[in-house]
Nanobody
Framework: QVQLVESGGGLVQPGGSLRLSCRASGSIFRVNVMRWFRQAPGKQRELVATISAAGFTVYADSVKGRFTISRDNAKNTAYLQMNSLKPEDTAVYYC??????????????WGQGTQVTVSS
């Protein structure tokens, strides 16, 4: 069994910063791609940022230049540094990971979500 636990959400003023963390734990052979999604009320879940095991990154146009995804493979942890936050960044942020639980078995896991609210 693998669990993803997010932390770091909260309330921040426009222009402020937050750093989200997502730690994978459990029966892990290797963590491959890790992603951050977000879902605002009444909207579909959207992909925000992706990072491969080798550190290659991809961002949604809406967050390019403001958000940075990174990871620490030794800790099976991904981070999302969010700067210059805007009210439209308000959403529940979810971590997603593609995990090898053995050399031959790969599963997809989600965290429970962490609320980010950008408001004055």
């Amino acid at each position: 069994q693998v669990q993803l636990v997010e932390s770091g959400g909260g309330l921040v003023q426009p222009g402020g910063s937050l750093r989200l963390s997502c730690r994978a734990s459990g029966s892990i052979f290797r963590v491959n791609v890790m992603r951050w999604f977000r879902q605002a009320p009444g909207k579909q879940r959207e992909l925000v940022a992706t990072i491969s095991a080798a550190g290659f990154t991809v961002y949604a146009d809406s967050v390019k230049g403001r958000f940075t995804i990174s990871r620490d493979n030794a800790k099976n942890t991904a981070y999302l540094q969010m700067n210059s936050l805007k009210p439209e960044d308000t959403a529940v942020y979810y971590c997603n990971a593609d995990v090898l639980v053995s050399a031959l078995i790969r599963n997809d896991y989600w965290g429970q979500g962490t609320q980010v609210t950008v408001s004055s």
